[in-house]
């Protein structure tokens, strides 16, 4: 079916509504997925979607309802609206948020450089609050979604003009060939990190029951085809952005921000000032559907109030109709608007770093509003239905459970490696223990275990603060490297004089123009001694830093030997005590059995008995040649002759272990 002329403007808007920073992520996850499973994954995210979106209206058309919340209040009754209204609610505020935040973070730069203003944080609250209370507040007090079309059809335009820059910019690396050896075709591992992206990325359900509204005769086929000319428009700007986003950096890492890979040029400067201009103009957008949700919301307890059920037979004094589109009035209106733009605009601005929050909130919420709660409620408005449109329903209610919890997973993962990365970075910044020396260790017994070796903080941070200076003065690299390794610099050899310039000087002199020129070579040997005397205490006071550092790491290093002795001469005396415990032991054990140790051994038949003089002299002659007599291991104890072979009558009482 050919779509009309009149139906474009609602086109623009739904596509406007689609797309958002899920654009700048595309090179990213073409980048982790490979070109063609990229492809794969986007073409079947389109194609969930606009499913999706067919089964929510199918399912609202059969039931009489054209708002989310009261075909949920039909489905599930008053739990089943609680649970979509608050989805529906918390989805847009993080929306609002993050786009209040995305302002805050590419306007200041782009302004500062532009005018010439400093880039403080007062800068980034008055960029935020101008196009918050300038811009997206006037434009959410409008009441007809179809009169922000000419504003939806600048963003697109702007879209336009940033794919035919992506490109131009991947045109060179298109015509060599080079990317071809460069990127990936297929990559699996990137799946789960890139399908709550993809998923994600055409998510409009939450607009549709406003621009079913908003049309002049509103149809189920004329929305399918609405849906399907936005989605499949905003497919080829993901698909472009993606393809030669990749290609064009395929060299470079590629992040979630594809802007911080482009060339600071005049030009790009201005696309991220289009972009960041077509985000402010994209609020009155995402209002519509949340000020329709906060107004159901009050509207219920209205209801609760005058009856404790939701099953008022005829509540046109609350709503207009259950079954029809909202009505709200020109207060709560105006109320609900400016609360919104003003209270997520102050959280955007007191709360920059809350990517943890929207990202959970985008994988739960988005997830359910998208395709969980749309497969749930046409499965129940349709339980009588018969065909294929039930098992596509549950493969999309299958598909939407798996996006939930892959995203979710992602979303936990990557917070939790963002905080223990950030706990390694703050303990590389505290001090760090030194190296213990191989001598102790050899003392302390400890020479089986590994050694401890943890560079000094010291020294890593005089080695940066060089290499910060040599990228910061590139001409005076020979400078530096002579002051980082202590050595003296010698000041600059002054250039040879210009023969001509020698002439020019005295023919000045002459005309009563030497003092001129004299003041101005005085003034340039004066700026001259300034910027050498600067250098000097520059590397001077890096000098002295260093030595500071070193000098403290040496003092800590003495600390640790100092404690290493004290503990190891603590050994040491426990070993004596214990050893003088042991001979006290055994003289005591002597003297309670003297009997014992006193025995004579008895000789053996045939053995000649020595006689003790004979032994002694043998003793005395052995000493003066300087040589000890071999005694055995009885000698010592053995009071009467012969040998002790063994333990028996002759040999000494066994010695108690401690």
């Known amino acids: 079916m050919m779509m009309g002329h009149s139906n474009w403007p609602f086109i623009i808007n739904l596509g406007n509504s689609i797309v958002g920073v899920s654009v700048l992520a595309m090179p990213y996850c073409f980048k982790q997925c490979g070109i063609v499973l990229g492809t794969v994954l986007l073409l079947g995210s389109a194609w969930l979607t606009q499913i999706s979106c067919r089964l929510l209206m199918k399912a609202a058309v059969a039931s009489k309802k054209r708002s989310y919340e009261f075909l949920a209040l039909h489905t599930f009754g008053a739990a089943g609206k609680l649970a979509v209204e608050v989805s529906i609610i918390g989805l847009l505020i993080g929306t609002c948020v993050a786009f209040h935040v995305i302002i805050g973070d590419l306007g200041p730069n782009i302004v500062s450089k532009m005018t010439g203003l400093q880039n403080t944080p007062q800068l980034r609250t008055s960029l935020m609050v101008f196009l918050g209370l300038c811009v997206a507040l006037p434009l959410g007090l409008l009441r007809n979604i179809e009169s922000l079309s000419n504003v939806s059809a600048i963003s697109i335009g702007f879209y336009t003009v940033f ?84 290609v064009a950096f395929c060299d470079y890492k590629i992040g979630g921000d594809v802007l911080l890979n482009l060339k600071p040029t005049i030009f790009t400067e201005s696309i991220k000032l289009g972009f960041t201009l077509s985000v402010a103009l994209s609020f009155p957008l995402i209002i519509f559907p949340m000020r329709a949700s906060i107004n159901t919301l009050m509207c219920s307890q209205v209801l609760q109030s005058s009856d404790d059920s939701f099953q008022t037979p005829n509540p046109r004094s609350a709503h207009e ?91 936990l993962t990557s917070h939790d490696k963002s905080e223990v990365k950030q706990q390694l970075q703050a303990i590389v910044k505290q001090q760090e223990l030194p190296i213990v020396p191989s001598v102790v260790a050899k003392e302390m017994n400890v020479l089986d275990k590994p050694e401890l070796k943890v560079p000094l903080a010291a020294i890593a941070d005089d080695k940066e603060g060089v290499k910060h200076k040599l990228e910061e003065h590139p001409k005076d690299d020979r400078e530096n490297k002579e002051a980082a390794d202590g050595k003296r ?153 012969g040998p002790g072979p063994g333990p028996g009558p002759g040999s000494p009482a066994p010695i108690p272990q401690s």
């Open 163 to 246: 794919v035919a820059d992506i490109f131009f910019t991947a045109l060179p690396n298109l015509w060599s060939g080079v990317w071809v050896s460069k990127v990936e075709i297929w990559r699996l591992e990137g799946v789960f990190q890139c399908l709550p992206i993809f998923a994600l990325a055409f998510a409009c359900q939450t607009q549709l029951f406003v621009m079913y509204d908003a049309l002049p005769e509103p149809s189920l086929s004329m929305m399918n085809n609405i849906v399907n000319s936005a989605v499949w428009m905003c497919t080829a700007m993901y698909l472009m952005v993606g393809f030669f986003g990749y």
């Open 321 to 411: 109709n259950l079954s029809g589109a909202s009505i709200i009035p020109p207060l709560r209106f105006k109320a609900i608007t400016i609360s919104v733009v003003i209270g997520t605009l102050i959280i955007g601005i007191m709360l920059p770093n809350v990517e943890f929050v929207l990202g959970l909130t985008g994988a739960t919420m988005g997830t359910m509003i998208s395709f969980i709660f749309p497969a749930i409620m046409f499965i129940s408005v349709m339980s009588s239905s018969k065909g294929d449109s039930k098992s596509i329903a549950q493969m999309v209610l299958f598909i939407g459970v798996t996006t939930l919890l892959a995203s979710t997973y992602t979303t």
């Open 489 to 641: 610099r010698e000041p600059p050899i002054p250039d040879a004089p210009n023969e001509k310039e020698e002439k020019n000087k005295e023919a000045a002199e002459k005309k009563g123009e030497g003092d001129q020129v004299k003041q101005k070579e005085n003034d340039k040997i004066e700026t001259k001694k300034v910027k050498i005397a600067s250098d000097d205490s520059e590397n001077a006071k890096a000098k002295v830093d260093a030595e500071n550092k070193m000098k403290e790491a040496e003092i800590k290093q003495k600390d640790l030997l100092s404690k290493l002795e004290m503990q190891q001469q603590q050994q040491q005396q426990l070993i004596k005590e214990q050893k003088e415990l042991i001979a006290q032991l055994k003289q005591h054990k002597n003297d309670a059995h003297p009997d014992k140790v006193q025995v004579q051994e008895p000789r053996v038949a045939g053995q000649q008995q020595e006689n003790p003089t004979d032994k002694q002299l043998k003793a005395v002659q052995g000493s003066k040649d300087g040589s000890l007599p071999k005694q055995s291991p009885n000698d010592a104890v053995r009071l009467g002759p």
